[in-house]
């Protein structure tokens, strides 16, 4: 690829131009090199409300926290290699794909060792018929759903006042992270107006916050998307199904998800709307997340206290204004992620909901300067308490190389 990989795939802000890779090399076999990326730092300043009162699993928003940091946005610094040939009537190609951040997190002075995230490491084997993609790439459940995120060129919701990694976009307030993760996927040729995708992936545990993990996976998830596009406007379908069983009880159970949406617009405007539901994929991140059994807001969740799935949905509403010219984009959105309770369990609906606005200004062919505001906050339906709330304006400068 000459792009970035996750900025080649119908991205929200469609006038904003990305600068080809500035490195491309023709081998003497007939195979090519090229090497492309990105670099981009924000100014955040975070205040939360110190009157919230909201405890609730899935909760993205604390209370009284405040905090100045830079750091990188929702989409991390980018260094991707890629190396392409043909043999035969076969299109054989490898992908690198470094994606790094910038700050320590937890305010700590000295970091060695920062995080070097190796998001993506795949080959492809294609023709006529098709591709196969084998390796770490994006997954293709809220794959779409992410990627005409306006959020990608700025930071969304925070994550955290001093959070390390990146930001979380709309990741939890509006869609559920796809993640990079191992996968062999068959996709329809491309540069037709319908493109169709389906894939066996490693398969993940199903857990939650307490109770019972169904850790067992004797057979791949399965993920698939289904992509019409026409001009600028786009219209797209993806799903998930993922089996596991707990051992401990021998029982299993099986998650599913699905999600869609739709772009429509011209060069200088666009409407979004996307969504999603799912039973047992939780919130945030999906299935068992990260720390399981600690009750984390980013943990999967999907899996409540009496071991049944929780449903959980979300949903996106944007819009994309660029002047003629194309230097500016002003952009909004609205979203939210709901977490419900297993009917087994104490009630609750966990909401997080992100309001954004920004201007995105392509100063140069490469370099664009990002001025963002974000207002987000978690709220509990069941329990009456005041919400979690928190405002976070940010400045930034991405160049794309």
């Known amino acids: 690829m000459k792009r970035v990989a996750l900025l080649c795939m119908g991205l929200a802000l ?4 990305v600068a080809e ?23 955040i300043y975070e205040s939360q409300d110190e009157e919230g009162a909201t405890v609730a699993p899935g909760g993205l928003v604390g209370v009284g926290g405040k905090g100045f940091n830079i750091r990188t946005g929702l989409l991390p610094a980018f260094a991707v290699f890629d190396a392409k040939g043909k043999e035969g009537e076969t299109d054989l190609g490898v992908h690198f794909g470094f994606a790094p951040q910038i700050q320590c997190g937890g ?60 930001t979380l976009g709309r990741i939890g307030f509006g869609y559920i992270y796809p993640n990079f993760v191992a996968q062999m996927t068959y996709s329809t040729p491309a540069g037709r107006p319908t493109q169709l995708s389906i894939g066996v992936f490693q398969p993940s545990s199903l857990a939650g916050d307490a109770g019972v993990v169904y850790d067992e996976t004797q057979i791949p998830r399965l993920e698939a998307e ?52 799912g039973k047992g994929i939780g919130t945030t991140l999906q299935f068992n997340g990260v720390n399981s059994g600690t009750g984390s807001a980013v943990d999967g969740l999907g899996v409540g206290d009496d071991g049944e799935l929780r449903d959980s949905y979300g949903f996106i509403g ?61 709220k509990e339906s069941v329990v009456d308490a005041d919400k979690n709330s928190t405002f976070a304006p940010t400045f930034g400068l991405m160049l794309f190389f």
Request: charged share 10%; hydrophobic share 40%; proline share 0%.
């Open 107 to 166: 305010q700590a002075h000295d970091c060695f060792g920062a995080q070097i995230d190796m998001r993506q490491v795949f080959m492809t084997v294609g023709g006529t018929w098709g591709q196969i993609l084998a390796g770490r790439e994006l997954g293709l459940f809220n794959r779409q759903n992410i990627l005409t995120d306006q959020t990608l060129f700025g930071i969304g919701a925070t994550g955290g006042i001093n959070g390390g990694g990146t």
């Open 21 to 43: 890779a500035q490195l491309s090399m023709q081998m003497s076999n007939g195979w090519s090199f090229t090497f492309a990326g990105n670099v981009n730092a924000f100014a």
């Open 318 to 378: 944007q819009i994309t204004f660029t002047p003629a010219g194309g230097k500016v984009t002003v952009a909004g959105s609205y979203g939210s992620s709901y977490l419900k309770a297993s009917d087994g369990e104490a009630d609750f609906k966990t909401e997080n909901t992100l309001i954004s606005g920004g201007i995105y200004y392509q100063a140069t062919k490469s370099l664009k300067v990002v001025g963002e505001g974000n207002y987000a906050w978690t």
């Open 226 to 277: 289904g992509v019409w596009k026409g001009g600028q406007s786009m219209v797209w379908v993806n799903g998930t199904l993922q089996n596991a069983k707990a051992t401990v009880v021998d029982e299993s159970k099986t998650a599913v998800g699905v999600g869609g949406g739709v772009k429509f617009g011209s060069a200088q405007f666009s409407i979004v709307g996307s969504g999603y539901w």
């Open 14 to 17: 469609g006038t904003a131009s």
